[in-house]
């Protein structure tokens, strides 16, 4: 069983950034997509960034230009860089990946951006 664990989260000031990291168990030459989603409070989880094996990269709109995705197989890790940091951005940040047509979750990593 693969197990996804975030960390990087924290408190920063708007305009500020942060480097969010997901660490797998196990390879991720076989987890594909590998990706990030939110949730602020008393929202839905909403899609933020998304990296195939391929090295395709799809972002929300709400985040394109500002975050970055990039995944390390030797190091089994999948990162998301964000640049640009806005109170709206605060919310649970969950690392996901897609393995044998399974959903594996990680426990999330709170961001929290003040004004």
């Known amino acids: 069983q693969v197990q996804l664990v975030e960390s990087g989260g924290g408190l920063v000031q708007a305009g500020g950034s942060l480097t969010l990291s997901c660490a797998a168990s196990?390879?991720?030459?076989?987890?594909?997509?590998m990706g990030w989603y939110r949730q602020a409070p008393g929202k839905q989880r909403e899609f933020v960034a998304r990296?195939?094996?391929?090295?395709?990269?799809n972002y929300a709109n709400s985040v394109k230009g500002r975050f970055t995705i990039a995944r390390d197989n030797a190091k089994n890790t999948v990162d998301l860089q964000m640049n640009s940091l806005k109170p709206e951005d605060t919310a649970v940040y969950y690392c996901?990946?897609?393995?044998?047509?399974?959903?594996?979750w990680g426990q999330g990593t709170q961001v929290t951006v003040s004004s």
């Open positions: 996901y990946g897609l393995r044998d047509s399974k959903m594996i």
């Open positions: 990296l195939s094996g391929a090295g395709i990269t």
């Open positions: 196990q390879s991720i030459f076989s987890i594909n997509p």
